[in-house]
């Protein structure tokens, strides 16, 4: 009886294709996925006062932000004065680098370092008006 209640409510079902025959779907379509490229590191760099000139200024906070491509952006704020500026790998050196800032006062800090990893370095720092400063890069 089963079988005939089945097959009876059945009867009027049909398949009926999602396409006309005859017709071929195209194969979807690939999608390229680029690599997004090197990610940004970006670093705390501590300043430690080094002369006489810089003690009154304290322990100095700095970030810089490196794109991956040898070169990034410094910053730090100095005796109430904000430094923005550039940091790049000295030619021919893996490890060495040049940071440059320009103060909002018209001060200048330059910095010299050598990363000894990936995410440490140290290296120095000194103000256009003489104090001078021992820089820590990394956490």
């Known amino acids: 009886m089963a079988a005939v209640v089945a ?14 025959i005859g017709q071929v779907t195209p194969p979807a379509q690939a999608i390229a996925v680029m690599p997004a490229g090197p990610v940004a590191q970006t670093f705390t760099a501590r300043l430690y006062p080094s002369n ?27 005796g109430g004065e904000q430094f923005q500026g550039e940091a790049t790998r000295v030619a021919g050196s893996q490890r060495g680098g040049i940071a440059n800032a320009s103060g909002t006062r018209g001060g200048i800090l330059s910095c010299r370092y ?26």
């Not at 006489?52 to 910053?75: I, K, L, Q």
């Open 7 to 20: 097959a009876t409510a059945l009867s009027g079902c049909y398949v009926v294709p999602m396409q006309p």
């Open 52 to 78: 006489a000139e810089a003690a009154p200024y304290g322990t100095v906070a700095g970030v810089v932000t490196n794109d991956m491509n040898g070169r990034g952006h410094f910053s730090a704020v100095i």
């Open 114 to 139: 050598t990363m000894n990893s990936a995410t440490l370095g140290t290296g120095s720092c000194v103000l256009n008006s003489g104090p001078a400063f021992t820089m820590h890069i990394g956490d």
